[in-house]
């Protein structure tokens, strides 16, 4: 059992939840932390019942403030895991293409546990329990495909509407993935597209994309995801010094056209503070020209490669086929997309947008409450 006097004293004060230290109305913190006196400690605690649950009072000194702390709120904060950062490798189920496939993975949600994570367009629709899971799915395994969405134009964004907001961009607030004259990207052609992220020149990158399937009747076109944090799990493991190199250099990403001047310098693995993967940036046709000393250029390129050479490794990427009606909507800072070479002359018309994961994980929050109401 925690007590209150045992827990660091500014840390305890900063969280009170009386109506003077916080807006009754909306839970919005009152005072600023150098409003606090110097010399705070606990005075007095004494057993009291609070919020229908055992707790403490604290008498304060030197001001004589009154806070009152539930046990179980107090008895969490010895819990330093309770506040994992929902962005992070560790609070994903990381995977490679045979662990969807098969089914055979335990520590899958339940319902995900063969097959793609996926959902019925109406069902995702009209029932909340629904969209609640594939919208998990998107946060935990990094991405959902909703089949039968209506293959009509500008339907993506409707897609994303259902959780968030959609991301404009130079590229539109939809852009069309199919062959075009002049393209100014070569996810305009029929080209063959390697395992990539979007955007990694933009700063803040789009977190999320979606590609909504209104025509695939090319011969090719298929489409390919990775798991990038798993990726670079194992690079981490097999060859460490060329993890460190990849979170450590600011890599300049670049796109240009007639209208258009975007950079940003990332690295290609984003870490927290404690080490842990949070966002993989990966494109080979917006990296730009890196200019360092020899010695660490020769060192980015070689973990560059061997990160590059894993990622295609058979096994790590997901395939499967994009059919209209389809709309697949993924984690841009973690899953990595590709797709094979398609006949210019044959059908394939994507329309995609982008959004963010915070509105999706806003969503996801918002839909627990309302189910944990309902039980
Ligand atoms: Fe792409």
Redesign the pocket.
């Known amino acids: 059992m925690t007590h209150p006097a045992s827990l660091p004293p500014l840390w305890l004060r900063d969280n009170c939840g009386c109506a003077d230290c916080r807006d009754p109305r909306n839970g919005q913190k009152l005072f600023q932390i150098t409003d606090l006196p110097e010399g705070l400690a606990v005075a007095a605690e004494s057993a009291v019942e609070t919020d229908g649950e055992p707790g403490w009072e604290v008498l304060w000194e030197p001001d004589g403030h009154r806070s009152r702390y539930p046990q179980s709120w107090l008895d969490a904060s010895a819990d330093a895991d309770a506040t994992v950062d929902p962005r992070t490798e560790d609070a994903k189920t990381l995977w490679q293409a045979a662990d969807l496939r098969s089914g055979l993975r335990s520590d899958l949600p339940s319902g995900l546990r063969s097959g793609l994570p996926s959902a019925e367009w109406d069902e995702y629709r009209l029932d909340p329990a629904v969209r609640l899971r594939a919208l998990e799915a998107v946060a935990d395994l990094g991405f959902a495909l909703l089949r039968g969405v209506p293959v009509r134009e500008g339907q993506v964004t409707e897609v994303a509407e259902t959780f968030g907001h959609v991301r404009d961009t130079n590229y539109g607030r939809i852009f069309e993935?199919r062959v075009e004259e002049n393209p100014n990207n070569l996810?305009f052609t029929g080209a063959l597209?390697t395992p990539?992220?979007?955007?990694p020149y933009r700063d803040p990158v789009p977190t999320l994309?979606l590609?909504h399937c209104l025509v695939n009747s090319a011969e090719g076109g298929d489409s390919g995801l990775v798991d990038g944090f798993a990726a670079a799990a194992l690079l981490r493991e097999e060859d460490p010094a060329a993890f460190e190199v990849l979170t450590r250099t600011p890599v300049p990403f670049r796109f240009a056209d007639a209208g258009t001047e975007l950079s940003a310098h990332r690295p290609l693995i984003g870490t927290d503070p404690h080490g842990r993967i949070r966002e993989i940036r990966f494109?080979n046709r917006s990296i730009g020209t890196l200019r360092l000393p020899a010695e660490q250029t020769t060192a980015f390129y070689d973990a560059y490669r061997a990160f590059a050479r894993l990622l295609l490794r058979p096994g790590l990427q997901l395939d499967f086929r994009l059919t209209p009606g389809d709309c697949l909507i993924f984690d841009n800072t973690r899953l990595l997309?590709a797709?094979t070479a398609f006949a210019s002359s044959g059908g394939r018309h994507l329309q995609?947008c982008y959004a963010d994961l915070d509105g999706l994980l806003s969503t996801v929050s918002v839909l627990r409450r309302a189910q944990a109401v309902a039980v």
Do not use: K
């Open positions: 993935v996810a597209i990539h992220t979007d955007n994309q590609l494109n997309h797709r995609g």
